[in-house]
């Protein structure tokens, strides 16, 4: 009896972790939708910041044959976030040797003048989730001649690029950051105009630890239409950027830095596209394994319309498409929303035009929404003219405000408004320089924005971007989201 009895607990055991495990993965798949359902959004404002550390990446690599460098300098800004709790911003190089930029109080900012080399920002407490840098080059002559501007990144495992290209009148430089004590391993994918592109070299390309990487798109693949990279790393983290050189007749015609745009979705925004002329690409890329039908939308100034011969553009699979802008925008500023029947991304590509002086280049990215806040730390410069572009991709009124402050933490000009749907605002900031901006959004919504800087009495037009960005984001737990291109 007693062995009988032992049979039937034993039994009784077994159906009960069957019947909890499959309650378990009912309530995984219902409750996660991450296998199921609507696709994750890109980021979660849902999600608490983990306060702790953080280190960011301000991309500057040696130049080619010891070429002018001009002026560089990193601007560092702590929000005003938590004045009662501490926290310490340091600047330092890729090796960890401290470097003249410090912050301890919130509200204020920095700059680091004369940068000759990549530099890694540590924020640790408070600041963790409530800072902010970005570096801006400013060369007056020879083949860098131009202004570029980035926001420092966080690293990631993955990355996106629209629109790069590897011919000899448009260069691209990918940079690859290792800023952890292990060394990094990433692959490389390619979308070409008719497919994928295999390129010998590009898997199990090797980043060591605290050092940067420079990959010639041009020594891996010829290509004299615009291309779309995938990078994935298989070991470690890193940040990438992409240096873009372009000449005309062998003559410079614009540098600028390409950050990585958002992670292919339905729907994606790309904010911050410069008014006045100029040529305006854009680079839409479908990864997946089918053909992209993909509704392009302006989100101008009195609201959202189709550009004039580029209201929709067809992508085949794991492929990249372009279509010209310049005649849709009528120099004006705005935003582009794409919505898609598959996973896409994309960038716009902006050339400056102004009589007797010479181009410059600058690359707008695909960009995820604001959460709660948005800010540049850089909103007005000694060295150009800004302007803060401001759009709202959702389907609902946005209620926003923004306030520009200076380094030293005074408040130089408040504004609040109400962004209508798909509707993009802009405001000149022409506050005494230095100063940064900050942009409150609220919960849930899909703005997004940037600060076009421009140099209107230059030999060169100089032109760059500064997307926004939410200063926590890089504490923040990512999202889980279905890649339609894994594993292919």
């Given at each position: 009896?007693?062995?009988?009895?032992i049979r039937e607990r034993s039994l009784r055991g077994r159906r009960a972790v069957a019947i909890g495990a499959a309650l378990a993965g009912l309530l995984l798949i219902l409750g996660g939708g991450t296998f199921l359902g609507e696709e994750e959004p890109a980021s979660d404002d849902s999600r608490i910041p983990l306060i702790g550390r953080t280190t960011t990446i301000c991309t500057n690599p040696a130049p080619p044959s010891g070429e002018p460098r001009g002026k560089t300098e990193v601007s560092a800004v702590s929000i005003r976030e938590a004045p009662d709790r501490t926290g310490l911003l340091t600047g330092s190089t890729l090796q960890s040797k401290p470097l003249e930029l410090k912050l301890t109080a919130p509200g204020k900012g920095a700059q680091l003048p004369g940068v000759t080399s990549t530099v890694m920002i540590s924020a640790d407490?408070?600041?963790a989730s409530a800072s902010s840098a970005v570096i801006v080059g400013d060369v007056l002559e020879g083949p860098e001649a131009g202004l570029k501007a980035a926001p420092c990144l966080a690293p990631a495992t993955s990355h996106w690029f629209a629109g790069l290209t590897a011919s000899d009148a448009d260069r691209t430089d990918l940079i690859l950051t290792n800023p952890d004590d292990a060394q990094?391993?990433?692959?490389?994918r390619f979308y070409g105009q008719s497919g994928r592109v295999a390129v010998p070299g590009s898997p199990g390309v090797v980043i060591g630890a605290h050092e940067s990487r420079t990959v010639s798109l041009s020594s891996l693949v010829e290509a004299e239409s615009a291309l779309s990279v995938a990078v994935q790393a298989s070991q470690g983290r890193i940040t990438a950027v992409a240096k873009r050189t372009q000449?005309?007749?062998?003559?410079?015609?614009g540098v600028d830095w390409q950050l990585p745009s958002a992670t292919p979705s339905s729907v994606v925004v790309i904010p911050g596209i410069p008014e006045d002329p100029g040529s305006r690409q854009l680079v839409v890329a479908n990864p997946s394994q089918t053909r992209a039908s993909v509704a392009v939308q302006v989100l101008g100034l009195q609201g959202p319309y189709e550009p004039a011969e580029a209201g929709s553009l067809d992508?085949?699979?794991e492929s990249t498409a372009t279509v010209n802008l310049e005649k849709g925008l009528a120099g004006?500023?705005?935003?582009?929303?794409?919505?898609?029947?598959?996973?896409?991304?994309?960038?716009?590509?902006?050339t400056s035009h102004r009589g007797g002086a010479a181009p410059d280049l600058a690359v707008q990215s695909a960009a995820v929404p604001l959460i709660g806040t948005g800010v540049s730390?850089?909103?007005?410069?000694?060295?150009a003219d800004s302007v803060l572009v401001v759009s709202n991709g959702g389907d609902d009124d946005a209620q926003i405000s923004f306030e520009v402050l200076s380094y030293d933490g005074v408040r130089l000009r408040t504004v609040d408004t109400v962004l209508g749907p798909n509707t993009t605002a802009t405001r000149r900031l022409n506050s005494p320089a230095p100063s940064y901006v900050v942009v409150k959004v609220p919960p849930g919504s899909s703005v997004v924005g940037g600060v076009v800087l421009t140099q209107p009495n230059r030999n060169v037009a100089g032109l760059a971007t500064i997307p926004l960005s939410s200063p926590d984001l890089s504490s923040r737990a990512p999202a889980t989201r279905p890649d339609s291109a894994a594993g292919r």
């Open positions: 009896m007693s062995d009988l009895r407490g408070v600041m990094a391993q990433v692959d490389l000449t005309v007749q062998l003559k410079r015609a992508v085949p699979p004006q500023a705005g935003s582009v929303k794409l919505t898609s029947n598959v996973p896409v991304t994309g960038s716009v590509i902006s730390a850089l909103a007005t410069s000694n060295i």
